[in-house]
């Protein structure tokens, strides 16, 4: 993995087609909120499949959470498509076929020179694409678990939004005043259902 991805380096909004064909950025689909990304091989690996379907067991939390969810597979698009529904996931799957991902991240799994994959990392990303943590899943048991996860965005969360405790001076004085800048909920317009994946 290049140097610069660790915890409070920016990782970069790559522009790769999702599962429709459409391109998108991994910076349009986060948004304002904490999100997770998957790096996969691809849907002939059994780990992935377990990740993900555990991923998919843990969605709708996930979307309750203002938290977004992506996937960057080398799969090509109707590979992709069969991986997504297979496992059940709502959310984004980004196809990239031509490995920009892997080679721009220098994370080519040279021990399957058969697929050429991406090493596995999931990685809980801040707003603005800032890295809060990196997994590498190389082995299975080097992924999150959804305990890990919850810990990463419990923290990440309570990081970027200002009010993660209302109790913190001032806040319910700036809401009586009609200030809702400090305010990340649904009152400012922030996605928090499963229909937002």
């Known amino acids: 993995m290049r140097n610069d991805i660790v915890p409070g380096g920016v990782f970069p909004d790559y522009a790769l087609p999702d599962q429709s ?9 986060q948004g304002r909120d904490p999100m997770i990304l998957t790096l996969t091989r691809g849907h002939y690996c059994p780990g992935e499949h377990q990740q993900h379907l555990e991923l998919a067991a843990f969605q709708s939390k996930i979307a309750v959470a203002c938290t977004q969810i992506a996937t960057i597979s080398t799969d090509e698009r109707r590979t992709m498509q069969e991986f997504r529904a297979s496992v059940g996931a709502r959310w984004t799957f980004l ?30 990303l801040n707003p ?15 992924r999150p678990s959804v305990d890990d996860l919850w810990r990463d965005l419990r923290a990440a969360t309570a990081e970027v939004r200002p009010d993660w405790d209302l109790a913190r001076p001032g806040l319910r004085e700036a809401w ?11 009152q400012r317009g922030l996605r928090t259902d499963v229909a937002a994946f």
């Open 95 to 124: 196809s990239d076929p031509g490995r920009i991902v892997q080679r721009d991240l220098d994370i080519q799994e040279y021990t399957d020179p058969t697929n050429d994959p991406m090493i596995p990392h999931t990685l809980v």
């Open 128 to 142: 603005g694409l800032v890295i809060h943590n990196v997994y590498d899943g190389y082995w299975f048991w080097g």
């Open 176 to 186: 009586d005043a009609g200030d809702r800048s400090s305010f990340s909920g649904p």
């Open 21 to 29: 064909g459409v391109v998108r950025t991994l910076g349009e689909l």
